[in-house]
């Protein structure tokens, strides 16, 4: 009889019931009148007296662990019931929290269809460069100290393998491969050596233009850029161009725009000049032109370079740089409405 408790025990640890009715068919088998306990405990009564308190002890064990075991069947199977009845298939999937585009790709976005809208394609480059679309090609002199350790991320193994500092590495890519007209944009990430502050990091975004293509002049240039602020900024939008000097354009120049938060009236946001920075411009040099395969007798072209993240901050009135970079849901999700 010991044994066959035994075995019976082992039996119920290893029992499975996936729907009502296999369970019913377990309770029937073990625990109903005529169930395999009950026939054990009508045989009770033959086992020898001296035996009987083991036996009885191991009996009653066998029938606690088996309406356990039942009890526990039907628990897991009920909970997977509820699951099912709980899932409501004709629910629509929405609302569901969706992701917020970053502010710098809703502004990068936004330069690209503008400048889009006025002809210009997207050009692509790599961010690991070379010195020589860097700053060869884009007439930076050997000595130049844009290609000092300051600036510039180098691999000391290749020393001429750097990250890119600008993406104007982008016209040269452009150039070597196609003759003009050329017309485009190249948006990208760039990298500095910068410590790391509420007004620099050492990467951030940027977006290049370049045209170059037979009589193109500085007029040219201011009209596209005048288009260019008025959409961004509104149509009140006045520019204003600086003298400046960048080793790639000649003659160079920087615009700022009209503050958009005093009206050009002065403010402590534009130093009381009325007037904000926004990028730089100018001619493109006819060395970088013949540099870069191009015939600086029969063409001509301009070229700007704006940084996406000032941008954003004129736009949003961002005071810290760092969080463009940091993913802190509670910033990002404030330009939902943007999107
Ligand atoms: N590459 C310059 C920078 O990173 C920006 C720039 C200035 C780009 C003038 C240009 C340009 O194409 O003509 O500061």
Request: proline letters at 4%; a negative charge; glycine letters at 6%.
């Amino acid at each position: 009889m010991l044994e066959k408790i035994e075995q019976l025990l082992k039996e119920i640890e290893d029992l499975k019931a996936s729907n009502a009715e296999e369970l019913e068919a377990l309770r029937i088998k073990y625990l109903s009148k005529k169930g395999a306990i009950n026939a054990l405990m009508a045989d009770f009564r033959n086992v020898a007296a001296d035996k009987k308190k083991e036996v009885g002890m191991k009996l009653n064990e066998l029938k606690n662990r088996t309406q356990e075991r039942i009890a526990a069947l039907k628990e897991a199977f009920e909970a997977q019931d509820n699951g099912a009845a709980e899932l409501d298939l004709t629910r629509t999937a929405y609302p569901v929290d969706l992701g917020t585009r970053h502010p710098l790709s809703i502004v990068k976005n936004e330069i690209i269809d503008i400048f889009s809208r006025m002809g210009f394609t997207i050009a692509d480059g790599p961010e690991v460069e070379d010195d020589w679309h860097v700053f060869s090609s884009m007439n930076f002199a050997e000595d130049h100290p844009a290609r000092d350790m300051q600036d510039t991320f180098f691999i000391e193994s290749h020393p001429d393998i750097i990250l890119r500092t600008h993406t104007s590495s982008v016209q040269s890519r452009v150039m070597e491969v196609s003759q003009p007209p050329i017309r485009v944009i190249c948006p990208g990430r760039v990298y500095r050596n910068e410590a790391i502050s509420y007004r620099a990091h050492c990467f951030f975004h940027q977006v290049e233009g370049l045209y170059v293509d037979k009589n193109v002049s500085f007029t040219d240039l201011k009209q596209v850029l005048l288009q260019f602020a008025k959409e961004m900024f509104g149509e009140d939008t006045k520019i204003r161009l600086r003298p400046s000097y960048f080793p790639f354009t000649e003659p160079s120049a920087e615009m700022d725009i009209s503050c958009d938060i005093c009206g050009g009236e002065g403010c402590p946001f534009c130093k009381y000049t009325g007037w904000v920075e926004i990028l730089g411009c100018g001619m493109v040099d006819p060395a970088v032109l013949e540099a870069n395969g191009i015939d600086s007798k029969v063409y001509s072209g301009y070229a700007f370079g704006m940084g996406v993240e000032r941008i954003a901050n004129l736009k949003y009135k961002v005071k810290d740089l760092r969080m463009f970079s940091e993913n802190d849901t509670r910033f990002l999700t404030e330009f939902e409405a943007a999107n």
